[in-house]
């Protein structure tokens, strides 16, 4: 299926950063599907409405609903049951294992392996990790927890059989994209007559913004997209 799947993460990124109507211009140019879970929506929705903080949030990412499709699907939940229970049962310290995924990040990797999705759009740097080098997790586990973390090599071998392939976009790829399609050309249109450097000030604003907002992203990257973005 062409259809890009969304984490909950990137969606608070772009909605913290007033960049979440760049999903529906992105649609339209990608012409495929936005999915995400139904965990991802209690998530993104269904408790932020219940609270005073998050309400608004929680108002504009419902706006989405229109042009992404909520997948319920007892395929995916069986998927997302197996991929949950491999990871948070695969890297153990002082006897115990450390969770390392939640439903919401299970249930997204389950869609793009039962629809055979393009992409998953995430900002969370451990799901990524397991995705592109699980072995790295548990050097990472070790160093932020400060003691020796052991893989079961039986559930790390399931768990990379079941991720593997699987591409991951973040929130910055995913404004860059944007930006290359033109679709902030009238704002940098309209700051290009009081600021230098238009492109330079708006790519750093953006990519700084999103990173500050959770997603992981390292500082020579974003140097690296701004020199990207503004290559004459």
Same mark, same amino acid.
């Given at each position: 299926?062409k259809?890009?799947?969304?984490d909950?993460?990137?969606?608070?990124? /772009?909605?913290l950063?007033?960049?979440?109507? !760049?999903?529906? =211009?992105?649609? &339209?140019?990608?012409?495929?599907? *936005?999915? *995400?879970?139904?965990?991802?929506?209690?998530?993104?929705?269904?408790? =932020?409405?219940?609270?005073?903080?998050?309400?608004?949030?929680?108002?504009?990412?419902?706006? /989405?609903?229109?042009?992404?499709?909520?997948?319920?699907?007892?395929?995916?939940?069986?998927?997302?049951?197996?991929?949950?229970?491999?990871?948070?049962?695969? *890297?153990?310290?002082?006897?115990?294992?450390?969770k390392?995924?939640?439903p919401?990040?299970?249930?997204?990797?389950?869609?793009?392996?039962?629809?055979?999705?393009?992409?998953?759009?995430?900002?969370?740097?451990?799901?990524?990790?397991?995705?592109?080098? =699980?072995?790295?997790?548990?050097?990472?586990?070790?160093?932020?927890?400060?003691?020796?973390?052991?893989?079961?090599?039986?559930?790390?071998?399931?768990?990379?059989k079941?991720?593997?392939?699987?591409?991951?976009?973040?929130?910055?790829?995913? !404004?860059?994209?944007?930006?290359?399609?033109?679709?902030?050309?009238?704002?940098? +249109?309209?700051?290009?007559?009081?600021?230098?450097? =238009?492109?330079?000030?708006?790519?750093?604003?953006? /990519?700084?913004?999103? &990173?500050?907002?959770?997603?992981?992203?390292?500082?020579?990257?974003?140097?690296?997209?701004?020199?990207?973005?503004t +290559?004459?």
């Amino acid at each position: 299926m062409k259809a890009l799947v969304f984490d909950a993460s990137p969606v608070i990124s /772009l909605t913290l950063n007033n960049l979440l109507w !760049v999903l529906e =211009p992105l649609r &339209r140019k990608y012409e495929g599907k *936005f999915l *995400f879970g139904t965990e991802v929506k209690r998530e993104l929705i269904d408790k =932020p409405l219940t609270t005073k903080r998050f309400k608004y949030e929680a108002l504009q990412v419902l706006n /989405l609903i229109d042009i992404q499709k909520v997948v319920d699907d007892p395929k995916v939940d069986a998927r997302e049951d197996r991929i949950l229970e491999l990871a948070n049962n695969t *890297f153990e310290a002082e006897g115990r294992y450390i969770k390392i995924l939640h439903p919401g990040e299970s249930q997204a990797l389950g869609i793009c392996r039962e629809y055979d999705a393009d992409a998953l759009v995430i900002d969370e740097r451990t799901t990524r990790d397991v995705i592109e080098n =699980p072995d790295h997790v548990r050097k990472l586990l070790t160093r932020k927890l400060h003691t020796n973390v052991k893989a079961n090599a039986y559930n790390l071998k399931m768990l990379r059989k079941e991720v593997q392939g699987i591409k991951v976009i973040r929130s910055v790829e995913l !404004v860059m994209i944007a930006y290359e399609l033109g679709i902030f050309d009238d704002m940098l +249109k309209n700051i290009s007559r009081d600021i230098e450097n =238009p492109r330079t000030t708006f790519l750093e604003s953006v /990519l700084w913004g999103l &990173r500050i907002e959770g997603c992981s992203v390292a500082d020579e990257e974003i140097k690296q997209l701004i020199r990207i973005g503004t +290559k004459a």
